[in-house]
């Protein structure tokens, strides 16, 4: 069975400064993995994804994340936050089906 | 672009009354998916359905009933709603069963019962 945790439940920010969003996965079986933001009253929006290749992936909004496999982590970062990227972000692993397994989130909330 | 489109958007039943979820894609996408999301909880899976005419449970499928009844249309049923189904309900799409497209999700239903 595959599991996501998601370190931190909520992240406070100062806007321009950089930000990680801590995600570490358990699964026996290879994985895609996943990044969505839930902005208020709304679905999630898919902001990148692992599938295989090159472990530094690009995302929307200047977001992107590092794959490493050895400590099983798919941590989120963002060099300069802006005020429009207070949301939750949820983690997500899939073991190469059509389930997904999301992590609990974590609230990003940016000030000025 | 309207994507996948949920009914109604907000909600409030009385206990042991019987409610379904609306869903439908214009995708054109075989996977559809109903979660219920929970404070501290992420989304948690209530069922899926991989193509048209079939259905399978997720991980919290107690309490509902869903029929997929073609193949843009994906409704959720409460038979008999309780108190411990608060939450907030998100239906979602995907172009494959292969795990390797993002699924698509609609804006919710925020679901009451007293």
């Known amino acids: 069975a595959q599991s996501v945790t998601q370190l931190d439940s909520q992240v406070p920010v100062f806007e321009e400064a950089p930000v990680e969003l801590r995600c570490n996965y358990s699964s026996s079986v290879s994985v895609y993995l996943f990044w969505y933001v839930q902005y208020p009253n709304q679905g999630l929006q898919l902001l990148l994804k692992y599938l295989s290749g090159s472990t530094l992936v690009k995302g929307i909004n200047g977001f992107e994340a590092e794959f490493n496999k050895s400590q099983t982590s798919f941590h989120l970062r963002k060099p300069s936050v802006h005020i429009s990227d207070t949301a939750e972000y949820f983690c997500a692993v899939t073991p190469r089906t059509d389930k997904l397994i999301f992590g609990t989130g974590t609230r990003l909330q940016v000030f000025p | 672009n309207a994507g996948v489109t949920q009914t109604p958007k907000f909600q409030v039943l009385k206990t042991g009354q019987s409610m379904t979820l609306q869903c439908a894609q214009d995708?054109?996408?075989?996977?559809m998916y109903w979660y219920r999301q929970d404070p501290g909880m992420g989304l948690r899976l209530i069922y899926y359905?991989?193509?048209?005419?079939?259905?399978d449970k997720g991980e919290v499928p107690n309490g509902y009933n869903v029929s997929r009844l073609n193949k843009r249309e994906f409704s959720l049923r409460l038979e008999s709603a309780a108190p411990s189904q608060t939450s907030v309900y998100f239906c979602a799409s995907s172009d494959t069963d292969r795990g390797n497209q993002p699924q698509h999700f609609g804006d919710g239903t925020r679901l009451s019962i007293l």
């Open positions: 359905s991989a193509s048209e005419g079939t259905t």
């Open positions: 995708m054109n996408h075989n996977s």
